[in-house]
């Protein structure tokens, strides 16, 4: 059986992630199938997890991430502002291979390295607040979607917005195609707030950790 797009396919597809986010990898990775099969044009958009705990009394070994989702998040901002919206879902599959699956944590030379795999200039790799307001206006897009107290990441499929899924392993195939079409019906429901579960399982990103 083949899971067939619904009739009101949808026009707009927005998803805003945090490159050092293991669940948002695991949720572009399933967002990316559907879009593949469904011929959907997904803008990828940048939320940051320190801008959304500034000023939170946060566990230290959590709060010592922080820099990090900073430096990410101001790279990717810079490289949209650089060789604007096309580069943002290729620039984040090569952070975001190297952080999650590969498991890397020497920044320096996983930036060099997706910058260059991408073909951006290199000088990108110089931290800058130069475009912190573009990122914060891209942060508070999702946050205004949601609210405050969700992390990332962020969907919005046309008027129909939610933080998640939070999911591990990617789905793929029809199993997939299922899962979306379910969050979105169940998530267009005037009045839906919360569908949770506790997790069982970390991240699982290939057919080796399963």
Not at 43 to 62: I, T
Not at 129 to 137: G, N
Request: glycine content about 8%; some cysteine; proline content about 6%.
């Amino acid at each position: 059986m083949t899971i067939e797009a619904p009739a009101d396919q949808p026009q707009r597809v927005r998803m805003w992630f945090d490159p050092t986010c293991p669940w948002a990898w695991m949720t572009s990775r399933w967002l990316g199938e559907v879009a593949d099969v469904r011929g959907l044009d997904v803008d990828w958009q940048v939320m940051s997890l320190a801008v959304l705990n500034e000023g939170r009394d946060l566990p230290e070994s959590y709060a010592a991430r922080m820099p990090r989702s900073m430096r990410l998040t101001r790279l990717v901002t810079a490289a949209r502002a650089a060789g604007g919206d096309a580069v943002v879902k290729p620039l984040y599959d090569a952070l975001g291979t190297r952080i999650h699956p590969d498991g890397r944590n020497d920044d320096d030379a996983i930036i060099a390295e997706a910058l260059a795999e991408v073909g951006l200039d290199a000088a990108l790799a110089s931290e800058t607040d130069a475009h912190d307001e573009a990122l914060r206006d891209s942060h508070g897009r999702a946050i205004e979607l949601v609210g405050d107290d969700v992390g990332t990441p962020v969907i919005a499929v046309d008027d129909v917005a939610f933080f998640g899924p939070v999911v591990s392993p990617a789905p793929t195939g029809e199993e997939a195609l299922r899962m979306f079409d379910g969050i979105v019906a169940a998530a267009s429901v005037d009045g839906f707030f919360e569908l949770k579960r506790s997790r069982t399982r970390g991240p699982v990103f290939g057919a080796e950790e399963a």
